[in-house]
């Protein structure tokens, strides 16, 4: 079990920086964002309007495309791994999990039993509520015994970072890292990231994940191929290109870390939704290495709009949550991650939910243009028409150099789709501003289902 003490460590009462009082505090970074946005309007007026939305958008595309087109090269060591050994370092993996249906925790203790590493150095911990509907169920399955459930009590915040907060400061491991309820990660994962490890620089390994259904709809092919670019091109590229302390938004699987740095830095910030994105933001700021492996832990995406638009809205308000959180101390932020850092931090954290959120207005632009004519200055009425058909060669071309080099074209025909499946994502974005502002702190659980059923 734990101790009290504990218990307020895993609900980050004592992280200095924590998103608990997201509205408190100072926030005249945005407040000056916004009034000077506002007077750049006054100024400028609509054609202000149009050349701002229209660079801003297409600016961040071409970003991301830059990313993908330098993070082609992938990772270096990609084949290096430690030997197996019995003098291997104790390993702690998390497993949270809420009201996950039997089949699908089964399904989870057999991937945990094909990682290839000694099974007296593994601490896995299943991280299971008290009040979880399966509780009951799951302490009866047969478990190996380097396998143990931990129990959180049902109290406020209902998140995957305060559990895994538990078990990170109930182990005696000296890494760990953490899988979701449907991951199937390469056996050899441990190894490999061990092997990034030897350099005593790096505090943090983030593997690459991939969705792969063996019968894929037309939701999970897409989800399959945003990921494969995300994970394998986009975050390769902010890691070469930044350096030391780089800022890369984590996934919430599969990162990889020291144990006593990440108790030191205080856990994860049990109430963002996006815990991740939050720690990946919190290693930068500290001068922390983050580097990318190619070891892939396979993941079975949602298939249905009704899972997929909470799960998506759970996402990016988190990115909200963050880049509102980081924004209080705006000064302490810029010195800690350099003007480079700042711009990455503006682009991959406010751009990602940004860039969706103005996407509407764009198109407001663009039919006023196209079928009302503009009036005024020439370039500014072709403007819309050039970054509706830019940004649309951008996104296809991104997925498209991911889908050839990763998966020879597999799916190919996606890419050219995948304009579309962002919409989807514009979505979910405005229903995130409304979930931020009523319920910031609410975790919309993802439903996972085993393979075959």
Partial sequence: MYTKKQYIFATSLNLKETCNNLFK???????????????????????????????????????????????????????????????????CVL??????????????????????????????????????????DIRGLEKPNYFRILSSEASFPFTKPKVCNLGL??????????????????????????????????SCVQCRLNYNNKKPNWLAKFFNLEYLTWFSLTIVGLDKVQGQNAV?????????????????????DAVNVTEDCDLGIRL???????????????????????????????????????????????????????????LHFMFSIFGNFMNPLITPLLFIIFIRSYFFGYGGETYLEVLPHITLIGNFILIVA??????????????????????????????????AVYKLITAPYKWEKTAHVAEGE
């Fill in 25 to 91: 505090g100072n926030h005249s970074f945005n407040i000056l964002l916004t009034v000077a946005f506002l007077s750049y309007l006054i100024i400028y007026g609509y054609d202000g309007l149009v050349l701002g939305l229209n660079i801003f958008s297409f600016t961040f595309f071409l970003y991301r495309f830059i990313l993908s087109i330098i993070g082609l090269n992938g990772d270096k060591d990609s084949h290096s791994k430690l030997d197996y050994s019995e003098d291997l370092p104790r390993y």
């Fill in 95 to 136: 497993l949270p999990m809420r009201n996950e249906p039997l089949p699908v925790v089964k399904a989870l203790i057999e991937n945990m039993q094909k990682i290839n590493y000694p099974k007296d150095k593994l601490d896995i911990v299943m991280l299971v509520d008290i009040d979880d509907d399966y509780l009951n």
């Fill in 169 to 202: 400061i109930t182990t005696d491991a000296e890494f760990v890292t953490v899988y979701d309820a449907e991951d199937a990660p390469e056996p050899d994962q441990l190894l490999k990231v061990l092997y990034k490890f030897k350099d005593e620089d790096v």
């Fill in 248 to 268: 890369i938004p984590l996934g919430g699987t599969s990162q990889h870390l020291r144990v006593d740095e990440l108790v030191e830095m205080g856990g994860w």
């Fill in 284 to 342: 930068a700021r500290q001068g922390k290495r983050t580097v990318i492996s190619d070891s892939v832990t396979q993941e079975i995406a949602v298939e249905e709009l009704k899972h997929f638009i909470p799960q998506r809205t759970r996402w990016q308000m988190g990115f909200m949550v963050t880049y509102i959180n980081q924004c209080k101390s705006p000064i302490k932020l810029m010195r800690e991650l350099g003007f480079g850092g700042m």
């Fill in 398 to 431: 991104t997925h498209l150099i991911a889908s050839i080099k990763f998966q020879k074209g597999k799916f190919w025909y996606m890419s050219i789709l995948q304009p579309f499946y962002y919409l989807i994502q514009v979505i979910t974005v405005h229903r």
